[in-house]
């Protein structure tokens, strides 16, 4: 007993070392209240010193663990999935950043009936009381509006109002489906983006947007009502009526456009068009059963995501949570992982409520939330001086499955004897550069004037703006974001 309890001792006693050495906890509070520790609190920088090139070694301190939460890449939840009562109704913003690792916005994807009831007559309170509350803590926003449900609680996801109108459609088993291509469910159609748009479209905490007024659940096909295919025209009508309004926003569609179509009509167009007009592309469920059994591992339409990842980030959506556990096609993130490689996705969400979800998968959530979109690791950095400069090389790798898309800030930070920083901004350093599975070496010169010989500290950071960019390093070498690498002489 007395071993046991020593044993609980010591290991308590590690965990309070590592978690002291770390100010900032990249975003990352775990749910229990302690993460595995992986990373010895003595782990350090290999360094040698060579007649006065050093060489700083770090994959002794690589950190494949700790969740990172950085811009512009990670998980989303679904808010409101289609309708105002599930997935993430009532999940206070706090309890979500601290639940979720990596998260990065909330997908409010719900029908227009909810948002416009009565024609001219708005109800943004439904979903600007859920972006205050979430913006307010950092998680930024995305949208799909649907015009067509299968929910009998739902029938008119297109208001009711559109068809007293005189707009034409089928009411289907559960819910109406409205023609397409009907002048007047165009007309309302367009009416309501101009004024979402003027709400939403300049805010810079709303990432992208959906087209969803075409098909089942806004997704780009009529599967589950009448398994008709409305031509490229109309869906043409569609992406205009987005196109003309969305100037800020980026605008995403589903595969599920092109790759449900029956027949070949109208699949080139829509390529093209997502093309000409910088659109990207989202999977919408993965892991359903016919997938599952039709493709296996692989993705119905790689092309669709391969013709734009090398400059626009693409989405991922898996199935319903506990649909996807019932089938057996979860496999602790299997099917998931294999879709995010081929993709090369910067984000990735869910259909389920979040607690049961990352009760049931508290490693592989961070395993994914790391891995989407680009993940920095550094395994060197040489430096040496000439006459008139300090030279540096980085060996940089993104573990991640995507290159990153925004080019953020790159300072490197020598301290000196008196404690006095000298920031270095490598204006020239572009971190899109960083591809999947690649290494990538920059090169950085600092100019020696102004610099008194001595002994210097070697620091880097890496930002968005104030926002920090976290690189896959121990966290017992960093403080506030700067991570110190280590000393070396002028």
């Not at 309004?245 to 605008?251: A, D, E, F, P, R």
């Not at 999977?283 to 400059?311: A, C, H, I, N």
């Not at 961070?366 to 550094?378: C, H, P, T, V």
Request: with cysteine.
């Amino acid at each position: 007993m007395k071993k046991i309890i020593a044993l609980i001792l010591v290991l308590t006693l590690c965990f309070a070392v590592s978690c002291s050495a770390n100010n900032d906890n990249d975003g990352w509070e775990p749910v229990d209240g302690a993460d595995e520790i992986k990373i010895s609190s003595n782990a350090k920088v290999d360094v040698t010193d060579q007649d006065g090139k050093y060489i700083y070694t770090l994959t002794s301190v690589a950190d494949m663990y700790t969740p990172l939460k950085n811009p512009d890449k990670g998980w989303y939840i679904h808010y409101y999935d289609n309708n105002i009562t599930k997935y993430g109704v009532g999940l206070k913003a706090k309890d979500a950043v601290k639940m979720i690792p990596c998260l990065d916005h909330i997908y409010l994807r719900l029908a227009w009936s909810y948002l416009e009831p009565k024609e001219g007559e708005f109800n943004w309170q439904i979903i600007d009381k859920v972006i205050d509350e979430y913006t307010a803590e950092g998680i930024k926003i995305s949208f799909r509006i649907t015009c067509k449900e299968t929910d009998a609680n739902n029938k008119y996801a297109t208001p009711k109002w559109v068809k007293d109108l005189g707009a034409k459609g089928t009411m289907m088993d559960n819910a109406w489906e409205p023609d397409y291509g009907d002048p007047i469910f165009l007309e309302k159609l367009d009416n309501f983006h101009k004024a979402f748009a003027e709400r939403y479209d300049s805010r810079d905490d709303v990432i992208y947007v959906d087209v969803g007024s075409y098909g089942d659940w806004g997704e780009g096909h009529t599967a589950s009502s009448s398994k008709k295919d409305w031509s490229w025209e109309t869906i043409k009508t569609h992406f205009d009526i987005y196109n003309k309004y969305y100037k800020n926003t980026q605008i995403v569609i589903s595969d599920d456009f092109v790759g449900s179509r029956g027949t070949s009509e109208g699949k080139s167009e829509i390529k093209q068009y997502v093309l000409d007009n910088g659109w990207t592309y989202r999977d919408d469920s993965v892991g359903v059963q016919w997938f599952v059994d039709t493709y296996g591992e692989k993705l119905r339409s790689p092309d669709l995501f391969e013709s734009v990842m090398d400059t626009y980030p693409t989405v991922l959506e898996l199935e319903h949570y506990h649909w996807n556990v019932e089938t057996g096609n979860w496999k602790n993130g299997k099917y998931f992982l294999s879709a995010m490689e081929q993709a090369n996705s910067t984000y990735g969400g869910f259909h389920g409520y979040p607690a049961d979800f990352i009760k049931d998968n508290p490693k592989i959530a961070k395993e994914i939330g790391n891995r989407l979109g680009y993940w920095y690791f550094i395994d060197n950095i040489t430096l040496n001086s000439d006459e008139n400069n300090i030279n540096l090389e980085i060996k940089w790798q993104n573990k991640g499955v995507s290159k990153a898309y925004n080019k953020y800030d790159f300072n490197i930070i020598l301290v000196d004897s008196e404690n006095k920083e000298h920031i270095f901004a490598q204006n020239d350093f572009d971190n899109t550069k960083i591809l999947p599975n690649e290494e990538y070496l920059s090169n950085h010169v600092i100019s020696k004037e102004g610099l008194k010989s001595g002994k210097y500290t070697l620091k880097i950071e890496m930002k968005k703006g104030d926002e920090r960019v976290y690189l896959a390093l121990a966290n017992i070498m960093k403080q506030d974001g700067v991570y110190t690498i280590g000393d070396f002489e002028i």
